[in-house]
Structure formats: structure tokens, C-alpha cells
């Protein structure tokens, strides 16, 4: 059961003692029937991950407590800057009866545990209940007020909930199971929360995609550029079944459908210098596309030498939208080096599984969650996996 292996590993403090891609991370081996119902509809999430100060107001443990990280441990200060408690490994700070916790002044769902973890890190973890979580991650990841289509928040709720579980016990030795931020989904607590957003979650309740009666680790992305791609060709894994790519995406609607850009100087030389490390560059070359025609590997060749570098790599190096690149031009300067690239391009992010705008509009035609869901994700069936 690896979601609550890590409490044998670090015991928190409480008040009278002891008691987690690159956006898109690979698939992570899990099945359903090791863990209990409880467990699966509970998520810990990172807030901190190199902790040095945070104020929680309204826990059981003290009204308005600063938190302070410390080698190997964890001290708490009241207002007046007097030790209440220190020397522990960890806290956790449960909300005081019909209150939320605050953290930093924003208002957090569920309990809190700042720690030290099996790693040495001082990290600040939210745990709560799974349906409270997608609250402040759905209207994140697809905007109510832009986008207030239900089908299409109810298919985001029930990818970002499927995601969720699939994730579970993912990062275990570090303490939680997904990250607040784009490595996993991006969650932003209570200051997200929106009523139609929370409307999605809550008519779509337990509801996942399931692929042999499984958790799908269910991808998704803002623009596919018109087609999707398949997960072994963007991340170098196991194909899946249910991530194949090739779904022809109605995203026509999105700015980023199709973009075009000019690479200026500064920017060539700071994605350089942090991904490919080939120095100054003398030149570009597509070596291999996959079916959709993404680029999936590319010569960086410099005054260092060359490089290859993959879809996303390549993508990060250049600092586009996509690696879905349709053309290159190459500025030179006198000497040689290419100075500015022009570049055409598809879609915005990975690819693969889930297109939010191509969701949108499959809503506008009429399409109900479940359809866009099994469209995108070829193969799965969509069920609650818990009550309410």
C-alpha cells in the first residue's frame, strides 16, 4: 500500500507528542486493489518544496504560528516570536472546528504537515480529500470564465481526478503524492475554486477512466494543433494502448492552433546554454517526425560540438509552444553563427491525451463528458471508482 507507507517512515509531531514532469511524468505502476477506498479518495499534495518560513493561522496548535525550517528540523514561533514547540522532525496542523486553515494568508481545504523528509528535505505538504483538491485544480487548468461549457469542465474534472489516483503514493519517499505545479497538475487551493468548476467536480463525483480496470494516467494538454500525439512518441516510453494518438482534434478555436515566432538572440542563447550546452549555434536539423509530423529528435550543432535532443528537450531548448514545428528558417550572422529563427508551429504543450480547446468545442456540438472522454482516450470506460 505505498500511499501510507511514508507514516512509517516519518512519524509527525502532533500537539501532545509524536504521533508529488517535465508537465507530463512517466506511468507510474499502480493498481487499485492495493489501496483501500479511503486512501484513494485522499491526496497529499506539495505546497513548499525547499521550506524556509510560512504562517499558519487557525490550526488546533496555536491561532497564528510561524513555521520555520531548521537543519533536520522543524520549529514553530507564536506572533510574539516565543517557541512553542521544536527539536521535531515534523507538525501537523489541523483546522480549528467549522474553520479553513490559512497558509500565507490564502485559505487551504484540509490539513497541513510541514517536515523534515526521508530525503532531508524541509517540504510542506496539503493533504485532503480528493474532491476538495480538483476544486482548486480544475478552473487552473481550464478557465470557467473563458470556458464555462459543463461537458467541458466535467471531462477536465474527471482527467484531473483520474490523474490524481493514478498518482498516488508516486513520490511516497518524499512525503506526498503529486506536486502543486505543472510538474503534476497545478493547484492553487481555495483562490481557484469557481462555481462552475466546482459544479463539474461535484456532478462528476469518484467518476475515472479506467483501461482493463485501471487508473489511466490521463494526459492533457492545451492545444494539439489539429491531431493528437501518441504517448511513446513524446515520452519515450511503452506505448499505451488508450494514449495512441492520431485523434483528429476540433481545436480550431485556440490562438495557438497555429503560431509562428522569431527566435531573437538572447532568447537562442539562454535555452542553449540551459538545454542543449552546444555554445554558440551553427546550425539546426530536423532528423525525425513522428506520424502526426511533430519533430521528435533534432540536431543542435555549435561551436561545442552537437547534440540530439527529443521532442520535449528540443522543445525547451528553443522555448516553444510545441515541438509540433512545421518550418525552420535560420538567420545567420557574417560568421555563420545563426543569429535569429523563425519558426512555424501546431498546438500549445505535449500532445498527448486530453486537448482542453478541442474539448470545448466537442461540448459546443453537444458532446457529454463521457464522449469526449472516450475519444480522446481511446478504449477506457468512464465510472465512479467511489461513493459519495
Not at 510574539?80 to 483546522?95: A, I, N, Q, V, W
Request: one cysteine or more; a neutral charge.
Amino acid at each position: 500500500m505505498p500511499h501510507r507507507s511514508f507514516f512509517l517512515v516519518v512519524p509527525l509531531l502532533l500537539a501532545a507528542g509524536c504521533a508529488r514532469v517535465d508537465p507530463a511524468p512517466e506511468v507510474f505502476p499502480f493498481s487499485i486493489r492495493d489501496v483501500p477506498e479511503r486512501a484513494l479518495s485522499r491526496v497529499r499534495v506539495l505546497l513548499r518544496e525547499e521550506l524556509e518560513s510560512a504562517l499558519v493561522e487557525n490550526s488546533t496548535l496555536g491561532e497564528r504560528l510561524a513555521v520555520l525550517a531548521r537543519p533536520g528540523q522543524i520549529v514553530l514561533l507564536e506572533p510574539e516570536g516565543r517557541l512553542l514547540l521544536g527539536h521535531g522532525s515534523g507538525f501537523r496542523f489541523d483546522p480549528r472546528p467549522g474553520r479553513l486553515l490559512r497558509l500565507d494568508g490564502v485559505a487551504v481545504r484540509g490539513a497541513l504537515e510541514a517536515f523534515v523528509n526521508p530525503l532531508r528535505r524541509a517540504v510542506l505538504v496539503n493533504e485532503l480529500p480528493l474532491e476538495e483538491y480538483l476544486r482548486g485544480v480544475v478552473p487552473g487548468e481550464l478557465g470557467p470564465d473563458a470556458f464555462p461549457e459543463p461537458a467541458a469542465l466535467e471531462a477536465q474534472s474527471v482527467a484531473a481526478r483520474t490523474y490524481s489516483v493514478a498518482s498516488l503514493g508516486r513520490f511516497a519517499v518524499r512525503g506526498f503524492d503529486l506536486y502543486g505545479d505543472e510538474r503534476s497538475q497545478v493547484y492553487a487551493a481555495t483562490a481557484a475554486e469557481h462555481p462552475l468548476s466546482d459544479r463539474a467536480v461535484n456532478r462528476t463525483r469518484g467518476v475515472v477512466a479506467l483501461f482493463d480496470g485501471e487508473p489511466i494516467t490521463a494526459f492533457y494538454s492545451s492545444t494539439c494543433g489539429g491531431v493528437t500525439a501518441a504517448y511513446a512518441d513524446v515520452f519515450s516510453g511503452e506505448p499505451l494502448d488508450y494514449l495512441p494518438g492520431g485523434v483528429i482534434c476540433p481545436d480550431e478555436e485556440s490562438p495557438y492552433r497555429r503560431w509562428s515566432v522569431t527566435l531573437q538572440p538572447e532568447r537562442i542563447a539562454a535555452g542553449l546554454a540551459e538545454h542543449a550546452r552546444v555554445g554558440r549555434l551553427r546550425d539546426l536539423e530536423v532528423l525525425e517526425r513522428d506520424f502526426t509530423g511533430r519533430v521528435t529528435a533534432m540536431r543542435f550543432a555549435g561551436e561545442q560540438g552537437s547534440r540530439v535532443l527529443g521532442g520535449l528537450a528540443l522543445r525547451r531548448a528553443l522555448g516553444l509552444r510545441s515541438h509540433f514545428i512545421e518550418s525552420l528558417q535560420l538567420e545567420r550572422d557574417g560568421q555563420g553563427w545563426v543569429r535569429r529563427i523563425a519558426v512555424e508551429g501546431r498546438g500549445f504543450g505535449h500532445g498527448v491525451g486530453l486537448c482542453q480547446i478541442g474539448a470545448v468545442a466537442w461540448a459546443r456540438r453537444g458532446k457529454t463528458f463521457e464522449e469526449i472522454l472516450t475519444a480522446y482516450y481511446p478504449g477506457v470506460s468512464v465510472e465512479p471508482l467511489y461513493g459519495p
